[in-house]
């Protein structure tokens, strides 16, 4: 008898975190007699080689046996992309078997990378009145996974009808002070190199 072959995700889970491998299983149906070679094809949004180890093409089934494995083994990157999917679907190659159902089956490779994320701390308020000629003290709280770059912080006047001369600006803890009376919007931004987030706070001087 033709043997019949059909492939499923077994843990169709992986991750980048550890890393943690996917498997698919491949099985036959039929006579177990001698080894079989079963081609397939992957396709999906995962790259061979950049996202994931790279795997071939063929999978033997030994003899005397019904199954045989393909690991998936994700690699840790630094860029930020979200979940990837790995497609393998059955294929004849040089024949000998049966494409049966399910003939493709699918593993996600969960990202654990993060964009940056910010807020203005100091003021704990989003709208502060500060008087002329007085500094104020800002302060931003961020995190981040650390990748690909640690993170770097600015902060900038937005609006605002003078100038404002920063302590340190760039620092997560600085001071400002303003050139004129007036409506300012001051800002923080923060960037790890692939991602930016910022957070503003709005300044009524005099």
Known sequence: NTPVVTVVATDPDA???GPNAGVFNFTRTGTLTGALTVSFAVSGTATAGSDYVSIPSTVTIPAGQSTATVTVTPIDDNVTEGPDYVILSLAGGSGGYAIGTPNFASIT???NDTPPS???????????QLASGVGLLLEASATDDGAPN????????????????????GS???TA???????????????????????????QVG
């Not at 910010?118 to 502060?128: F, G, I, L, R, Y």
């Not at 002070?177 to 300044?203: E, H, K, N």
């Open 15 to 17: 991750s980048e975190t």
């Open 150 to 169: 640690p993170l770097t912080y600015s902060w900038s006047k937005s609006s605002g009808p003078g100038s404002v001369t920063f302590g340190s600006a």
């Open 177 to 203: 002070r303003f050139s004129a009376p007036g409506l300012y919007v001051v800002r923080i931004s923060v960037t790890d190199g692939q991602f930016t987030a910022f957070d503003d706070v709005t300044v």
């Open 109 to 111: 490779i969960a990202d």
């Open 118 to 128: 910010v807020v203005v701390s100091q003021p704990a308020a989003k709208s502060v």
């Open 172 to 174: 997560a803890a600085t």
